[in-house]
């Protein structure tokens, strides 16, 4: 499994790019699959609902499923959080696995970057960034500068460069 990851400070647009890479890798007749880090105190669980429930009994994992999806929620109690790689051993294979987040994780990954949001590159500290994604010029950068608007120039060199 290929993997390639999106990483960038909070707004500079990883969700907006990723969910705009899905559908034009996928067109290209590529299975993806994505995993996102979140915060620490994320739940997609709701209270009042049965597997809400289990797991505030205790229940260390809990399956839901139906004709459509199923989704399995692992409750980490006094354990630490899973590392990358335990991750990704747990998903099914695909083509290619993109990973939104994990910033500090050793993986080759392209930095999305507006320079409107006030944030430093990421890029000069991290040699696992391979590209630069940014609405604006970045002169003078020692990786590849895209338009972070071009969706399929984006693609075309994730794509070269997870092979």
Not at 21 to 33: D, F, N, Y
Not at 48 to 73: C, I, Q
Request: aromatic share 4%; hydrophobic share 40%; no cysteine.
């Amino acid at each position: 499994m290929r993997i390639f990851g999106l990483a960038g400070w909070s707004g500079s647009g990883k969700t907006t790019l990723m969910v705009r890479l899905i559908p034009e890798i996928t067109a290209r007749g590529i299975t993806v699959s994505t995993m996102k880090h979140a915060h620490h105190t994320f739940d997609i669980d709701k209270p009042g609902k049965d597997s809400y429930e289990h797991r505030a009994s205790g229940a260390t994992e809990v399956l839901v499923t139906s004709a459509n999806r199923w989704a399995l929620m692992h409750e980490n109690r006094d354990v630490p959080e899973p590392s990358v790689e335990d991750m990704i051993h747990r998903m099914s294979p695909v083509d290619l696995l993109l990973i939104e987040g994990f910033k500090h994780h050793a993986h080759p990954k392209l930095e999305i970057h507006r320079p409107a949001i006030g944030k430093a590159l990421l890029q000069p500290d991290d040699p696992n960034i391979q590209a630069v994604a940014a609405d604006a010029p970045m002169p003078s950068l020692k990786v590849p500068v895209l338009d972070l608007n071009d969706v399929p120039a984006i693609a075309d060199f994730i794509l070269e460069a997870a092979s």
